[in-house]
């Protein structure tokens, strides 16, 4: 079992940028599939991207394709989110999670480890 502790949320302007951190203890990191989700107030949880074990597939949510990259250090056991271009639509609590398996995947209910959550809020 992996704990995710995320970590870089911030204010910032529209069109800047941001990057998270998600830090996950445990000696078995690697064997977890990674995912950022994000919830606006008054809004259900939604999918951001996930990555696979390795790193080598990644899948993104429509409305940040292009603007956000995740990527994965399994030596240091940690996912990260970098975040470009951001709008002011990206406001939002961003969240990480982990989930068994070999390949992203883009449903909440398919996660079993969440984190406390880091608050972005993006100026315009």
């Known amino acids: 079992q992996v704990q995710p502790v995320e970590s870089g949320g911030a204010l910032v302007q529209a069109g800047g940028s941001l990057r998270l951190s998600c830090a996950a203890s445990g000696r078995i990191f690697s064997t977890y599939v990674m995912g950022w989700f994000r919830q606006a107030p008054g809004k259900d949880r939604e999918f951001v991207a996930s990555i696979s074990r390795s790193g080598s597939t990644t899948s993104y949510a429509d409305s940040v394709k292009g603007r956000f990259t995740i990527s994965r250090d399994n030596v240091k056991n940690t996912v990260y989110l970098q975040m470009n271009s951001l709008k002011p639509e990206d406001t939002a609590v961003y969240y990480c999670?982990?989930?068994?398996?070999?390949?992203?995947?883009?449903?909440?209910?398919?996660?079993?480890?969440w984190g406390q959550g880091t608050q972005v809020t993006v100026s315009s």
């Open positions: 999670a982990a989930t068994t398996g070999w390949i992203p995947k883009n449903a909440p209910a398919d996660y079993g480890s």
